[in-house]
């Protein structure tokens, strides 16, 4: 492994993601997650620390890696399973290319997702510190200070969704974050030539992130966070924490505000019991 690199084929590795077309954000968590990998083999993994080679490396060294992200980390299942198929796409890369003769993590499995870790409604009453958290990307807190206030994905990516915002009740730490902001995506915009909020960073014809574009941008915030950032969760979670904050309200009262069928927010209702 050369000085410049945080672990072993890094340079040919990230060459290799880049020819798949993936964006910077992408690319950059696939390093974040083996450089964090390898450091933890360098320091706590006797057969790394004695020969840092890849040949040395089976599947019981990455499972103990996994189990301290489980164990120490408390991590979430859907963020063991993001970070074991990064790991995965890196070692079949090095098999592949004749760089490791084995594949330590061919019988590794990912994990089953539950739905307590999905709903999450902690992050509601947390906002104020994680809209702080410049460790979050500007575009993850966005979309959850968004959300919180009702929106949907579907309605803050739209073109001229900005023009909304002077009507949202922002909060004085909201405010104080939707300046920061506001510095963020201005150059983004003067590039773009574009008065949205939600803008790909890269020059485009087509400047607006879609939904699939913002996943990427949120993927590497729920390893800060520890919780899923996928916008149909956060706007459920969104839901539930509207009907446990309006106990008072009847059916057709939740159904009006919350634009959803009956059906639906009795499904909510019962959901919200449950996470109390």
């Not at 790394?48 to 992200?69: A, K, P, T």
């Not at 164990?71 to 859907?78: D, L």
Request: no cysteine.
């Amino acid at each position: 492994m050369s000085a410049k690199n945080n672990y072993p084929y890094q340079d040919s590795f990230t060459k290799h993601l880049s020819s798949k077309d993936l964006s910077e954000v992408t690319i950059d968590e696939y390093n974040k997650i083996l450089t964090e990998l390898f450091n933890y083999l360098s320091e706590f993994n006797k057969g790394y620390q004695s020969d840092h080679r890849v040949e040395n490396l089976f599947n019981r060294d990455i499972e103990e890696y996994l189990n301290m992200l489980l164990n120490n980390r408390q991590i979430s299942n859907s963020t063991y399973n993001k970070i074991l198929s990064h790991i995965n796409v890196y070692f079949n890369y090095l098999f592949t290319h004749n760089l490791n003769s084995n594949l330590p993590t061919i019988e590794l499995k990912g994990l089953k997702k539950t739905s307590k870790e999905d709903v999450n409604v902690k992050w509601i009453n947390e906002l104020d510190s994680i809209l702080k958290n410049n460790n979050v990307h500007f575009y993850a807190r966005m979309t959850m200070l968004l959300t919180s206030k009702g929106y949907k994905s579907e309605e803050f990516l739209q073109t001229g969704f900005y023009k909304q915002l002077d009507s949202i009740n922002f909060t004085e730490n909201e405010l104080i974050f939707k300046t920061s902001f506001d510095e963020f995506i201005k150059p983004i915009q003067e590039k773009q030539r574009s008065s949205d909020i939600f803008l790909k960073q890269r020059l485009s014809k087509q400047p607006n992130i879609t939904i699939q574009g913002l996943h990427k941008y949120l993927k590497p915030s729920e390893d800060v966070l520890n919780m899923s950032l996928n916008p149909s969760t956060l706007f459920q979670s969104y839901i539930v924490f509207y009907i446990q904050k309006n106990p008072n309200l009847n059916d057709i009262d939740l159904s009006t505000h919350l634009n959803l069928d009956l059906s639906s927010i009795n499904y909510y209702k019962q959901l919200a019991a449950k996470l109390i």
